[in-house]
């Protein structure tokens, strides 16, 4: 196996118009497994994890400019973590302290699996992702990238450069099931955003559907019941803002969990963080 080590993001261009066909390896923490368990066996792999612009991140305005190379470990402390917490928070989740060293944010939505820890946050925080390669630049939403299982939209020799997601505006939250506490695939996530300026919720919904989905009726839903002075939420409409988010997902069963469980935990955990966020208020609309 060829492995071609490259310095900048326009070096990476120009080996993927050579031959389209050599494969990214970034941190590797799913790459290799693939390769180790021989359902992948590429013959050309560019090694993009030494090029400084998709190493950094920067504070930008209102975003956060993340390169697609930033690993677990600098998303999940310091001042990128004070900036997107809910990013954090997922990030910390992320295996094992080994893991999230080497395993990248641009790694994560590459393999596209629904079970991707940053997909839920990123799809709640409405994040743009930026695509280059030597034809140009250009922007998509994480819904335009991931069109599948383990499916992108990336043409022929594009690749992610960096993500852009908005800074903190209100209180974040990031919950996940797993069968044990530490370590774990997601069964199910849930990414809760709030957006005091609009007084709007964004619910990202992780390991319950394809593709990354946003539970847009309960956002829509829960909209007239929220107190943002108080921060206060009307307590006799939690159940069927549950309902909803259950709604939104189409989960399977798998090696994992069963549907029936992911249906109800996703519902479970947007009510848990809509309360952690909102205290029960008594009003009644
Ligand atoms: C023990 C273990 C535990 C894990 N736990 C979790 C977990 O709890 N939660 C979770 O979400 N994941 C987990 N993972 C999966 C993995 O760590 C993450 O998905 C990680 O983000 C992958 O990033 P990477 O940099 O290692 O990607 P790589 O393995 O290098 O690449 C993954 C895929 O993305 C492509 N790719 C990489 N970078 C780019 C780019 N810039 N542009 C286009 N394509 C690109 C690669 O070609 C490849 O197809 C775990 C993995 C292991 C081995």
Redesign the pocket.
Known sequence: MEVLVASSAEEVCELLTQDHRR????????????VNYRHRSPSSVIA??RVPE?RNWRHDGDSVLIG??V??REIERGPLATLVPALAQ?AR????PQ?RN????????????P?????PVLSALGATISLRSSEGKREVSLEDLIIGVKK?S?RES????SIRVPVLEGPQEFLKV?SRSA????VTSLAFITYPKTQSVGIGLGAVNPTPTRARRAEEFIHDYLDWEKMAVDPSVLVRFKELVSDASSPIDDHRSVASYRRHSVGVLAQRALTRVFSEGEFNV
């Open positions: 494969q990214l390896l970034a941190g590797g923490t799913d790459f290799m497994v693939e993009i994890d998709l697609s190379c690993t677990y997922a989740t992320v295996g094992s893991i080497a395993g990248t944010i641009g790694g994560n939505i590459g393999t596209a699996s079970a991707g820890d940053m997909i992108t990336l594009e690749f992610i450069e797993g370590m774990v695939i997601s």
